[in-house]
């Protein structure tokens, strides 16, 4: 009897990041659960799951809704026998200046995007720590660290996550749970978010380039669900450049980004400005969006950076072995002289 991979959770499933990570799961023969509010997406995703060789299970649900989610974790384990791997991907987003974003938008961004972890994570370790074993990858974003402008929910919300998850790893440590949690740093993703988010610029939201194909995040989620261990990871190079930046000179890249980052997020064109706040964009009445945004001509498929933190044990071992012989060579001269 063939051995059936591993059970699998992915929400924000039904495009981007989590439709890509879905699929990437699904390639090495896991089973995966699709969660997601759109039923036209979530459809699409199981079809294209079961074409890879996975096994799809759909479920519907609103990851702000705590207990809506609780069940949706048990729908997955009764279907699959229990839960291995749980990412949190979901998340909403307003781009505006924080003054045009109303007190129920705000909340709204945050019970999804933050929110929506905590409640995931809970309704994971319920199933996770009577077996002491499993791991949680939050999809994060260099925004966990830096925030930037007309992004203040979403920023806040990223934030947040980074908060809680470095308390719940200490907690899990403390305990000598063998169960693992860590979080992926994602850089500019082509998704299809910038066409669907509240949008009240200007202009048509985009990312901030450099920008990355969503395969691309999607590797680091899969990698991270088997090296759970290690604390985070960070994918692409503006990524660790933004972390690295901010760590070193915070004020310095406050008035860069005051100075450029409102044109880089955006581009000339008309835009629908509802969004999919209250409602999935790919509803009753919507469509597939499909994992790619419309960047598909400058966006990067892969990484030297990712390269390197997905190998960073064989990158410094090969570090380690270069100082030492470069010591040794000093060394010897030395003795000559």
């Known amino acids: 009897m063939p051995r059936r991979g591993r059970a699998v959770v992915v929400t ?20 995966v659960a699709l969660l997601a509010r759109g039923r036209e ?42 839960i291995d791997v749980w990412v949190n991907n979901a998340f909403a987003g307003v781009f505006a200046p924080f003054t045009e974003i109303t007190p129920d938008e705000f909340r709204r961004v945050t019970e999804v995007t933050y929110l929506g972890y905590v409640f995931g994570t809970r309704a994971a370790l319920r199933h996770m720590l009577p077996r002491d074993r499993g791991t949680i990858v939050q999809v994060g974003s260099a925004l966990a660290y830096r925030g930037i402008p007309l992004q203040s929910a979403y920023c806040g919300a990223k934030h947040a996550i980074q908060g809680f998850n470095e308390s719940l790893r200490c907690e899990l440590l403390h305990s000598g749970s063998g169960v693992r949690t860590t979080m992926v740093q994602l850089p500019a993703v082509n998704t299809p978010q910038f066409d669907w988010v ?3 610029m200007p202009g048509r939201a985009r990312p901030v380039a450099p920008v990355y194909q969503p395969e691309v995040a999607a590797r680091a989620v899969v990698h991270a669900a088997a090296h759970g261990r290690r604390r985070e990871y960070w994918v692409g190079g503006s990524t660790a450049a933004t972390l690295i930046a901010n760590a070193v000179a915070p004020g310095v890249l406050d008035r860069y980004l005051a100075r450029t980052a409102f044109e880089a997020q955006q581009d000339e064109g008309a835009h629908g400005a509802t969004g999919n706040l209250w409602s999935p964009a790919d509803g009753p009445h919507g469509h597939d969006f499909g994992a790619h945004g419309r960047f598909d001509e400058e966006s990067r498929t892969g990484s030297r950076q990712e390269w390197m933190s997905l190998r960073r044990g064989q990158v410094g071992k090969v570090l380690a072995v270069g100082a030492g012989a470069l010591a040794a060579r000093r060394l010897a001269r030395l003795v000559r002289r």
């Open 198 to 200: 509240l949008n009240r």
């Open 12 to 31: 924000g499933a039904s495009g981007g990041v989590g439709r890509a990570t879905a699929l990437a799961f699904a390639a090495r023969g896991d089973r």
């Open 41 to 82: 997406g979530l459809a699409a995703t199981a079809d294209e799951v079961q074409r890879v060789g996975g096994e799809a299970l759909v479920v519907t649900v609103d990851m702000a809704d705590a207990k809506a989610v609780d069940d949706a974790a048990q729908k997955v384990a009764d279907a699959f026998g229990h």
